[in-house]
């Protein structure tokens, strides 16, 4: 698809300027080098898509798992559906996560390409960790990574660094979970002498509801910064001219790529979000979730692109402390924390090391090899999981202390 | 200090948050409440009493509300720009 953006032609078509054979194969070379690293950007974006779907289903649908509202396929499905309609629903957003955040002149496909490798790999191993962490911090920190690696740190807009994403992240966990904690608060006194086979029964098809906001909300929010990497790409190159929206197979490919990687699961953070947090009841699951969508929806609306990963966890913690003898795990709840604090740092890192080695290499070899070693290490990471693998049957195995339930005898083998 | 942190789209957010966050569940609550009043002293064993047509009324004005803010909500997304 994105050949046909002209890219072949220009390679094709005779090459009548040419005054010799060697500046013939030197004008051949430059065109072919860009286009192969253009196509390694948009397939490397498109798969931070995917995992940006599988790291985030448990935002919307942990809660709705674990109490029991939705079978765990069904829910997955439904929450790809969901992130694949609200990813064509509200394409004017699609500003690329970068502009304000770092200045887009210093900005190559070398770059963007680096930036996006240190955020998957990220993603990859926090997933295994089955850690929510922000897939947005990942994004925006391999980018600030790359770009400080390419240009140096003052090509970053530190103020617009810390306005819109450092100080966002630090306060929306709170916000969510205040209002989870009243909402869970206020649901349980109002429904306390409603019996409680209705009560739950209501309250999981509140919950569908609610989940069902928080996917749609996460299919605008996080389709839309691949859409605007992969617009960056296109513009760094030269094929879209500056301030193009994004072409049709652009939002058609990153919806596709954000409801697979959304219907694959990752249900190591969902046991994690569900299990290992909180233990949850469907009327908390119900208020944590409305606390999700609702914060993440006003915020939107201000022009804050909120890492739904905080909220939700943020949303789930204040659910568990809303409820009168609520458990909660802090100390998981400090390992998340932990790892939020480490997303855009190490983030930053990778991508800066996979920018300075593919520079160090060159050109187009450079970029080929890290996509080879990045696809390796995801390859890597996939056996890892399947060892022993957390699926749609144990996810929501009694929790014994790891996001790896214990063997039960009649699950094993899967 | 006001570029490093905007408190008039934080309170905004607050404030909207907790009505549409924490006001819809309570109101859901109260729609499951009057679907299922609680019994009276010495009322059937099973515990279980069927609302009256006010409380199906009500319950459902509840509900009613409850999906008009999630349109509302669906309508904030479709229309941002």
């Not at chain 1, 005779?14 to 196509?39: E, H, K, Q, Y």
């Amino acid at each position: 698809m994105v050949r046909s953006d002209g890219g072949p032609a220009a390679v094709g078509a005779p090459d009548r300027s040419s005054r010799g054979p060697v500046r013939r194969r030197a004008r051949f070379w430059l065109v072919t080098g860009n286009d192969t690293i253009l196509v390694l950007v948009v397939a490397t974006a498109l798969g931070f898509d995917f995992t940006n779907g599988f790291h985030d289903t448990g935002n919307a649908m942990a809660t709705s798992i674990v109490t029991g509202a939705l079978p765990p396929r069904i829910a997955v499905g439904l929450s790809a559906v969901l992130n694949l309609a609200g990813a064509f629903l509200s394409t004017a957003v699609a500003a690329t996560i970068a502009s304000g955040l770092v200045d887009t002149t210093d900005v190559t496909l070398t770059v963007v390409f680096a930036g996006l490798t240190g955020s998957i790999l990220w993603n990859l191993a926090t997933w295994f960790l089955g850690i929510p962490s922000s897939s947005s911090h990942a994004l925006i920190g391999g980018v600030v990574g790359a770009t400080i690696a390419a240009a140096g740190s003052s090509a970053v807009k530190w103020q617009g660094l810390v306005s819109k994403v450092i100080v966002p992240a630090a306060l929306s966990p709170f916000i969510a979970g205040a209002i989870a904690a009243l909402g869970t608060y206020l649901v349980y006194r109002l429904t306390r002498d409603v019996p409680e086979r209705p009560r739950a029964h209501g309250f999981r098809l509140g919950q569908i509801g609610s989940a069902s906001m928080v996917s749609l909300a996460h299919g605008t929010n996080d389709a839309q910064k691949t859409m605007g990497i992969i617009t960056l790409a296109l513009i760094a190159n030269g094929t879209l001219h500056t301030g193009a929206k994004s072409p049709t197979w652009v939002i058609a490919s990153c919806a596709a790529a954000i409801a697979l990687g959304t219907y694959i699961g990752g249900w190591r953070v969902i046991r994690a979000l569900g299990k290992g947090l909180v233990e949850i009841e469907p009327p908390q699951g119900m208020a944590s979730e409305a606390a999700s969508a609702a914060v993440i929806l006003t915020s939107t609306d201000f022009g804050y692109s909120l890492s739904t990963t905080h909220v939700a966890t943020g949303s789930i913690l204040g659910a568990g402390v809303g409820k009168k003898g609520g458990v909660v795990r802090w100390h998981i709840a400090r390992r998340m924390v932990v790892a939020w604090l480490l997303t855009l740092p190490a983030a930053a890192l990778v991508g800066a090391v996979a920018y300075w080695a593919a520079h160090g290499i060159g050109g187009t070899p450079g970029v080929v090899v890290i996509f080879v070693v990045l696809v390796l290490a995801s390859i890597a990471f996939f056996i890892a999981s399947r060892h022993p693998a957390v699926t749609p049957e144990n996810v929501n195995a009694a929790w014994t202390g790891s996001v790896v339930p214990a063997p039960h005898p009649t699950e094993a083998g899967s | 200090m006001n570029s490093w942190i905007n408190l008039n789209a934080l309170w905004k957010i607050v404030v909207v948050g907790l009505l549409a966050g924490a006001g819809l569940p309570a109101l859901f609550a109260i729609g499951l409440r009057l679907l299922s009043p609680p019994a009276p002293a010495g009322g059937s064993a099973t515990g279980r009493s069927a609302a009256g047509p006010v409380g199906y009324a009500l319950a459902g004005l509840c509900f009613a509300a409850v999906l008009a803010a999630i349109g509302w909500g669906i309508a904030v997304i479709v229309n941002h720009s």
